[in-house]
């Protein structure tokens, strides 16, 4: 195996991926079942043994046997053959991530983090929602209310919803925030928290150094997310993994042309993050993966239609492994010939024939090189993987997480003080204020009145000597005591309507 190139297969002859051009991107393409998984597990093996670290979903957990010693069967050592490849059986470093905490170590990061334009992203919101998001996020910075998990979320909208003066005060300077969009905002954090997403917010938030570690004999750790379970909630797997690459691209330094990549990262499911995705969110994807190579990370789209990737994003991937695809329907044909047609073509190749035609296991494979020129397409063999075939089973998953370098780092949540604890306790102090203005005025003003209208004396008792009230006393005592009550009440609804508006329920 070349030092500075990763084997991906052989053609007429053997087809190789610079690491020099490892971070100028890529895409796996190809119809179900035409083997996408093992082209991306033969990349990964490639960029680990390079001291190359690499982040991928593992959507139906076939990729976790990366982590297990691969097997000699016939049809691998007969494929090794064929592309000239000396097989060995290996493993390789790998720590499982999950963001519900059941197949690996949990990921999470803070609200704040986040952000406003991914988090409305994450919720579905319309552009005025966003904006409401937008007000929030500003008025909880300049407030110290830090934004870590959902319930911190929550409590800010309960007090932008119930608090007019707050309303009046945003108004003022940001324009109107409606009761109608915070109360859309809260039923889609509902919706959030109930597909499981309260679990990915909070602290300890991921390291982000923690995904571009190698192990004592220099290899690159595979990062693997499990996201079987994660699908079924496609909109919090496209927005995670976008917000992974954006917290790459702003705390990577800039590193320029280096001789192999920082990080590899593997986006399989590619159309999730571009579906109904608002134009903003395009241009800012197209952005990312235009600057984030300077930054020594290489991106990896993986998905069964090359249709799926905008064109602005499609002609940033330099590196390309076509599998075959169908042609059954008028979009089917579309999608062979804009797959066709991206390849530098080879005149010995009919290369819209070809894609229809391929076998399960071969490719059409065109790569960055020289001075960065793509070469030209040729139909490929794809090398056989050196670690396992198809998952691992429970009890190898849980032995590999006992050994993890990161076991208990993030295991535990840690529930910091932020914007739903202190507008707590700002509730409750203003709660406890309330109860003693309330007990100060009651007392105090019926003393007062009792004073003007019976004359501050004693009550009458045994031994005393008063002579009976008369009639009027009595309904003047009787009249001084209600309002004095009545009054006091009025004043402590008063300022319980105040703190509860500000707030809610205690």
Same mark, same amino acid.
Do not use: C
């Given at each position: ?18 690491l020099?051009f ?18 991306l ?13 690499? %982040? ?7 990729l ?10 016939? #049809? ?16 390789f470093?790998?720590? #499982? ?6 197949q690996?170590?949990?990921?999470? !990061? ?15 919101l ?11 996020f ?7 209310l830090?934004?870590?998990d ?29 009761? !109608? ?5 809260q039923? /889609? ?5 109930? /597909? ?38 496609p ?13 790459? #691209?702003?705390?990577?330094?800039e590193v320029g ?9 593997f %986006? ?5 993050? %571009?579906?109904d ?7 800012? +994807?197209?952005?990312v993966?235009?600057l984030?190579?300077s ?56 290369t819209?024939e !070809? ?20 070469? +030209?397409?040729?139909?490929t ?13 429970e009890?190898?998953?849980? /032995? ?10 993030y295991?535990?949540?840690?529930d910091?003080?932020?914007a739903?604890e ?6 409750? /102090? ?17 003393g ?6 019976g ?7 045994k ?26 009440t009025?004043?402590?609804r ?8 500000? #707030?809610?329920?205690?």
């Open positions: 195996m070349a030092d500075d190139a990763l084997l991906l297969g052989k053609s007429t002859k053997q087809e190789w991926l610079a020099k490892g971070n100028r991107h890529g895409l796996i393409t190809g119809a179900t079942g035409t083997g996408k998984t093992v082209s597990q033969v990349l990964a093996e490639g960029f680990s043994n390079a001291g190359v670290p690499v %982040f991928a979903a593992d959507i139906k957990g076939d976790s046997g990366v982590a297990a010693m691969g097997e000699e069967k016939p #049809f691998i050592l007969e494929r090794a053959k064929q592309v000239g490849l000396d097989w060995h059986a290996d493993q470093p790998v720590v #499982f991530w999950d963001l519900f905490g059941e690996g170590h949990p990921i999470r !990061a803070t609200v704040a983090e986040m952000g406003p334009l991914l988090l409305s992203r994450l919720m579905d319309n552009d005025i929602q966003e904006g409401v998001i937008n007000i929030l500003h008025y909880a910075d300049n407030n110290g830090a934004l870590l959902l319930k911190d979320l929550r409590a800010l909208l309960q007090e932008l919803g119930s608090n007019k003066e707050l309303q009046n005060e945003l108004r003022a300077a940001y324009g109107n925030v409606s009761p !109608a969009s915070v109360g859309a905002i039923r /889609q954090l509902l919706t959030l928290e109930n /597909q499981g997403g309260a679990k990915f917010f909070g602290e300890p938030a991921l390291a982000l150094k923690d995904l571009m570690r190698t192990d004592r004999d220099g290899r690159g750790n595979i990062n693997l997310l499990a996201a079987d379970k994660l699908m079924a909630s909109q919090l797997y496209a927005t995670f993994l976008l917000w992974l690459l954006s917290e790459l #691209f702003q705390e990577l330094p042309d280096v001789d192999k990549p920082k990080l590899v990262f %986006f399989d499911e590619a159309h999730l993050l %571009f579906k995705a608002p134009k903003a969110l395009v241009e800012k +994807i197209e952005q993966v235009r984030i190579r930054k020594g990370v290489g991106v990896y789209f993986v998905t069964q239609n090359p249709l799926d990737v905008p064109e602005t994003v499609l002609a940033q991937l330099g590196n390309r492994v076509q599998h075959a695809l169908r042609a059954f329907t008028p979009r089917d044909q579309r999608a062979v010939k804009a797959a066709a047609t991206t390849f530098r073509q080879n005149p010995n190749l009919n819209e !070809a894609i229809t035609q391929l076998g399960k296991g071969e490719a059409l494979v065109s790569t960055l090189e020289g001075n960065g020129v793509p070469s +030209i397409v040729e139909r063999l794809v090398s056989p993987p050196l670690a396992r075939i198809g998952p691992v089973s009890q190898e998953r849980r /032995q590999i997480i006992a050994k993890s370098p990161f076991r208990g780092k295991d535990e949540t840690i910091s003080e932020s739903y202190i507008l707590q306790k700002r509730a409750r /102090q203003k709660l406890d204020e309330a109860e003693q203005v309330q007990q100060a005025d009651s007392g105090g003003l019926g007062i009145l009792g004073s003007i209208l004359g501050g004396s004693a009550p009458a008792g031994g005393r000597g008063r002579a009976p009230m008369s009639t009027t006393e009595v309904i003047i005592k009787n009249a001084s005591s209600s309002l004095a009550r009545s009054v006091g009025q004043i402590g008063a300022i319980m309507r105040g703190v509860l508006g500000g #707030f809610g329920r205690r």
